[in-house]
């Protein structure tokens, strides 16, 4: 989408500049033109939304039976997108060089400042939009409304120029085919040499100036003439060379025609600039992202700081030309950008710990968020916007030298627009796509030095003077060496930081110090879609990086990452596809595919993240290589477009956190609702969800949205924080019988073992000892919910980093949701694991290895489960050494009691807070459980 806004935006500049040049020029009021173009913009934008929902269902019909991932889906998701933005950019990319036409006429000697000042506006309006809207219209009124609010915006700047261009008189103006042949101008020979001009002080006085009768090429301006100090050209010291822009330097400047064309020499350094701004913006996205975490708000701050060090460093160098050569401007901003990205580069060590010390000096609340948003993003942005500013100065000092070579404004304006949005395109396609998978996001921003620092040679005035030569030429001698000895390795941006808790600020350097010393990164790949890392610890322990957030890896979340395979087939033997959203380590798959009758098709975005599959391969069984495997790089929400509607048994989504920008999307109706499309009517969607960083309003909300669309749902506990939700439009009570058989299966034997974790379910009832509850629970905490989410209104993407930074946690939600640890026959009954024990009561056997496997679970939660399955009934050893000396009940003193009673609560809150479960008593102590009632019914 982004290559399309920016190829429609120099389309429309190269349309005004070429095809439809003529038809510009012979406008009357070229301010209609703008008016035109604007109240398209309105327009289009107020039909898009409806546009696009008939564009998609088309999409959907046509490449249903192309492969996904391939050239021919690639090339119809381009012609989409390419059929409902392309008129939009285009017109967004007309109206500057249609403004310029109107300035050629209107004020000529003045078109380099009021073209870029037009320039500079449009980039600070276009700042302060993104920064508007990414931080705030969008969390309050989805995507639709400020689109409407935009058009609105649109019709109105179109009506004011409109009513502007009725108002103002028609300009005289001479067309281009009236203007006088070069051959018949002046010879050169008879011109007056600038050495014997009429000195300023001797010039003849406004008042004796040539009449306007005799004056028929002067336009006449709508507004006062800016004054234009002398330049260095005007002093006769020639800005370029002849052979650097292809004219004749016998000509003198001041007599070229205003016809010309743009030299190519900068329309050249327009595209390099152009390159850089948009490669260089990829990269601090992805920089902001491993520092600040991959929330809607690092992509907001990113746009925001780029657009508005445009704005800025526009409005510098457009006052910078009218007292210096604009191509000695141009050079010294494209060395400034030079060395602010050096010393960006030498900074990527640095600026991650700074920010986490900023961090981790906020006490972590909700209220103080916005405080962490300023400081944050604000020190972020101090480090990247000079190079902003510096590359957007390009655009006025391209617009001066081309003036100053003869060319036409309204010409050179479009030309170098195009060039520049054509260079800005190159950039984002490259830098995502070539660049940064290639040489990583470091030798990225290397690349982007040298582009800058040779542009600057380029465009440097001749003949070179040593002393105006030095100061260019010493950013690349002095800063390559360093860059090249001090760039850092990247083991510090790629480290998480913004998830570093219980730390204080001034340790954080320690604590980096310790993990290089502890930490081997076994894979680094920064890919167009994320950076992923794998780390290894002395222990042998994996850890798989998503942009610095632990996605996965070898510690207690297998058990999360196993179960979500196991629980879809527990509850549907009979299936035989399974659809898996993200490959990971591959855990996940392999747990699927391990069932002897499923094929799984697993799609993934990044082709990183299959790279180091490998590398959990004593975790994945080769995942890669199974023939009943298919693994798809693409968007799964494509991807699930192209697939028949009932076609598959299970879907199992395990997104990252939905704080992470686009994956609150998977948990809208919208999502849940085109996957119930293509589930079998009894077919299963297990949903991985985590219920820390995350408040209870944004857990119930995902909750109940997803129980608004399935009528049954399931909700199972994984590893600590982490659940698993379970849904279908079919009854998801258990064949025990069945269900048992499909644990049973060979297959997933042999990956059990392969694993060889004693905290990995082994029997049927170590599966529903899990469960924490089912449709009746849910149905009674979404009684009054009437708020579903959805992609349109993404509120969670807004609400969840804000949970992050506070370290909120739902945790006494999901405790609400457990009713296995209650007496509340209604509220136990809505478990399989009540009916089982009905079937087959634990014996002593079976009762024990329960009682072994919870403990090596080890959750909080399930405290009183281990205690009930204890096989004397006792409390754990560390409680019960404080609790050997109970007094009886009977004969305790009020003091006794007091006493005691203070102890159960602070010691065994687990005791008080549940002594029942659906295995009995959390202990069947008499005494012990006597005291447990007296304390409860003690004030």
């Known amino acids: 989408m982004l290559a399309t806004f920016l190829g429609g935006m120099a389309a429309g500049a190269w349309l005004v500049e070429k095809p439809l040049r003529k038809l510009v020029i012979a406008l009357p009021r070229p301010l209609v033109g703008y008016a035109v173009l604007e109240g398209f913009i309105g327009a289009w934008a107020l039909a898009l939304p409806t546009v696009s929902y008939y564009a998609f269902d088309l999409f959907t019909e046509v490449t249903k039976d192309l492969p996904t991932g391939g ?7 381009l012609t989409l997108a390419a059929a409902l933005a392309l008129p939009l950019t285009t017109a967004m990319g007309a ?58 915006v649109n019709g109105a700047v179109a009506a004011v120029a409109w009513l502007v261009s009725l108002r103002a008189p028609a300009p005289q103006f001479q067309s281009e085919s009236q203007a006088q042949p070069e051959s018949q101008a002046q010879p050169e020979s008879q011109a007056q040499p600038e050495s014997q001009a009429q000195p300023e002080s001797q010039a003849q006085p ?7 009768s005799q004056a028929q090429l002067e336009p006449q301006p709508l507004t006062e003439p800016l004054s234009v100090p002398e330049t260095g050209l005007q002093r006769g010291r020639p800005a370029v060379t002849p052979d650097l822009l292809d004219i004749d330097d016998n000509r003198d400047p001041k007599l070229a025609s205003t016809t010309g064309d743009t030299p190519k020499s900068l329309v050249l350094a327009a595209f390099a600039t152009g390159l850089v701004s948009l490669c260089a913006e990829v990269l601090w996205t992805r920089i902001a992202a491993l520092a600040l975490g991959s929330s809607v708000y690092s992509f907001a701050l990113m746009l925001t700081v780029a657009i508005a060090g445009i704005s800025l460093g526009s409005w ?91 060319a036409a404004m309204d010409r050179a304006t479009a030309r170098i627009l195009a060039a520049n949005t054509l260079g800005n395109l190159c950039g984002a396609l490259g830098g995502g796509f070539i660049l940064m998978p290639a040489l990583g996001i470091e030798g990225s921003l290397l690349v982007t030095f040298v582009i800058s620092l040779a542009v600057a040679l380029l465009v440097l005035p001749r003949p070179w003077q040593g002393h105006q030569l030095l100061p260019v030429a010493a950013v690349g001698l002095v800063l390559t060496p360093l860059l090249l000895v001090a760039s850092p390795d990247g083991f510090v941006l790629t480290r998480g930081l913004f998830r570093l808790r219980d730390t204080k600020p001034e340790d954080v350097g320690k604590f980096v110090q310790a993990r290089r010393k502890q930490i081997q990164v076994l894979f680094r790949r920064d890919g167009k879609d ?31 990452q196993v179960m979500l395979g196991q629980l879809g087939l527990v509850h549907r033997p009979a299936a035989t596809k399974a659809f898996t959203i993200g490959l990971g380590t591959g855990m996940t798959a392999a747990a699927l595919a391990s069932h002897s009758k499923v094929s799984v098709h697993v799609v993934e975005l990044s082709p990183s993240v299959l790279e180091i599959a490998p590398i959990f391969v004593n975790f994945n069984g080769k995942i890669w290589e199974h023939p009943r495997v298919h693994i798809t790089i693409a968007d799964a929400r494509e991807v699930l477009r192209t697939l028949p509607d009932g076609e598959l048994d299970i879907v199992v989504s395990e997104p990252s956190n939905p704080w992470v920008v686009g994956v609150a999307d998977l948990f809208t109706a919208d999502s849940f609702q085109r996957i119930s499309r293509k589930l079998k009517p009894n077919g299963v969607l297990v949903q991985w969800l985590q ?27 994984m590893s600590s924080g982490d659940l698993a939700l379970l849904a279908s439009n079919a009854s998801l009570d258990l064949d025990f019988a069945a269900a048992a058989q499909a644990l049973a299966d060979p297959g997933v034997v042999a990956h059990r073992t392969l694993l060889a974790r004693a905290d990995l379910p082994a029997s049927l009832v170590q599966v529903l000892v899990g469960q924490l509850c089912g449709d009746k629970t849910l149905r009674r905490m979404c009684r009054d919910f009437d708020q579903p989410l959805l992609e ?24 609400r949701l457990d009713t296995r640890r209650s007496d509340d026959p209604l509220a136990v009954a809505d478990t399989d694991l009540v009916r089982y024990l009905h079937q087959w009561p634990l014996d002593d056997q079976i009762r ?92």
């Not at 300035?103 to 302060?128: D, E, K, M, W």
């Open 530 to 560: 994320a950076t992923i890392t794998v780390d290894k610890f002395p222990t042998g322990f994996l850890n798989f990086r998503t942009n610095g957030k632990s996605d996965g890896g070898t510690g207690t979340d297998v058990i999360t």
């Open 95 to 152: 109206t500057l060089p249609v403004l310029a036409a109107g300035v050629q006429r209107l004020a000529p000697a003045h078109g380099v400042q009021l073209v870029s000042r037009y320039y500079v506006l449009n980039a600070l309006g276009a700042a302060i939009g993104a920064a508007v809207t990414g931080f705030v219209l969008i969390e309050e009124l989805g995507i639709v409304q400020p689109l409407y609010l935009g058009a609105v």
């Open 206 to 212: 406004e008042s004796q100036a040539q009449p306007e």
């Open 71 to 77: 050239v021919a889906a690639t090339a119809a998701k």
């Open 792 to 815: 349109l209104h993404p509120k969670v993407e807004y609400l969840a980093p804000r949970d992050f930074f506070a370290q909120t946690s739902a945790r006494n939600l999901s405790g």
């Open 848 to 939: 024990e290895q329960l009682h072994t496997y919870l403990i090596e679970v080890n959750h909080p939660f399930d405290t009183s489960l281990t205690s009930a399955t204890s096989a004397d009934g006792k409390l754990p050893k560390t409680l019960r050494a404080k609790l050997q000396q109970l007094p009886e009940l009977a004969s305790a003193s009020i003091a006794q009691k007091a006493i005691t009673c203070a102890l159960l609560r602070k010691e065994a809150t687990w005791l008080m807070d549940s002594p029942y479960t659906v295995l009995g008593p959390a202990s069947r102590d008499p005494l012990v459980m006597a005291w447990v009632q007296a304390c409860e019914a003690a004030p």
């Open 691 to 717: 219920h820390y960083e995350l408040s209870e309003h944004v857990l119930r909300a995902i909750f109940c949205t997803l129980h608004g669309t399935f009528t049954h749902v399931k909700v199972y506990r």
């Open 316 to 406: 510098l160098s457009a006052r910078a030309v009218r007292h210096r050569d604009p191509q000695w401007v141009l050079a010294i901003s494209q060395a400034a950008a030079a060395t602010a990205t050096a010393l960006l580069i030498l900074r990527l060590d640095g600026l991650p710990q700074e920010l986490a010390q900023i961090r981790l000096a906020i006490h972590a609340h909700p209220d103080n968020y916005p405080a962490w948003l300023w400081r944050g993003n604000l020190y972020l942005a101090a480090h990247l916007l000079p190079a902003a500013m510096a590359l957007g100065a390009s655009f006025p000092a391209l617009l001066a030298s081309a003036q100053a070579r003869g």
